[in-house]
Each structure stands twice: as structure tokens, then as C-alpha cells.
């Protein structure tokens, strides 16, 4: 059974940072995807940021130049630095390992940006 623990998420005025944790744990293999969703209220689940196991890394373009993906492979964790936050920045934040295949998912971190 694979579970995702997040942590990190809170309240932050408009140009702050946070930064967001996910554990996974469990039989985890090799050659996964990491990353990061968000939906806001009345909105769809995006994507905000992905990590291949390599170290390779994708961002929505909404975030780019802010948020900062990174991964310890052997800790299977991964966190996601948010730096100039924004209102529009104001989700929850829910983490994703994409292996074999098999999407997993954590509950959520409600990350809010106050103006």
C-alpha cells in the first residue's frame, strides 16, 4: 500500500514563500514520477510542477521562475519550494506519484495567499 503524507502548506501574504513536503511510503519503484497538483475553488485540478526519478523537471508555465521542484530518491520525498506567492497561487495542494502505470495521491495541504 503506498501512502503520501504532505505537510508544509499554510497562511502567506502576497510575496511570500512556502515550502511543501510529500513522504511516500510503501513499495515504491524505481523510475516514478513525482509532483505536484493544485485546485482552487470552482476550478479543475492542475498541475503545477513534476520530477522525473532523473532529476527531470516540468512547470506549469503559471509558475515558472517561482516554484522550485526537488526530490530525494532515497528518502521518496519530494518538495516544492513557493517562492513571490500570489492570490491566484491559493489552492489545495495535493501531492502525486505516478508509477507503473497507477496514479497515488496524498489528501491535500491548503496553501492560502492573502493580499
Known amino acids: 500500500q503506498v501512502q503520501l503524507v504532505e505537510s508544509g502548506g499554510g497562511l502567506v501574504q502576497a510575496g511570500g514563500s512556502l515550502r511543501l513536503s510529500c513522504a511516500a511510503s510503501?513499495?515504491?519503484?524505481?523510475?516514478?514520477?513525482m509532483g505536484w497538483y493544485r485546485q482552487a475553488p470552482g476550478k479543475q485540478r492542475e498541475l503545477v510542477a513534476s520530477?522525473?526519478?532523473?532529476?527531470?523537471?516540468n512547470y506549469a508555465d503559471s509558475v515558472k521562475g517561482r516554484f522550485t521542484i526537488s526530490r530525494d530518491n532515497a528518502k521518496n520525498t519530494v518538495w516544492l519550494q513557493m517562492n513571490s506567492l500570489k492570490p491566484e497561487d491559493t489552492a489545495v495542494y495535493y501531492c502525486?506519484?505516478?508509477?507503473?502505470?497507477?496514479?497515488?495521491w496524498g489528501r491535500g495541504t491548503q496553501v492560502t495567499v492573502s493580499s
Open positions: 502525486n506519484l505516478r508509477m507503473q502505470s497507477n496514479d497515488y
Open positions: 510503501g513499495r515504491i519503484w524505481s523510475g516514478n514520477f
Open positions: 520530477i522525473t526519478s532523473i532529476g527531470g523537471t
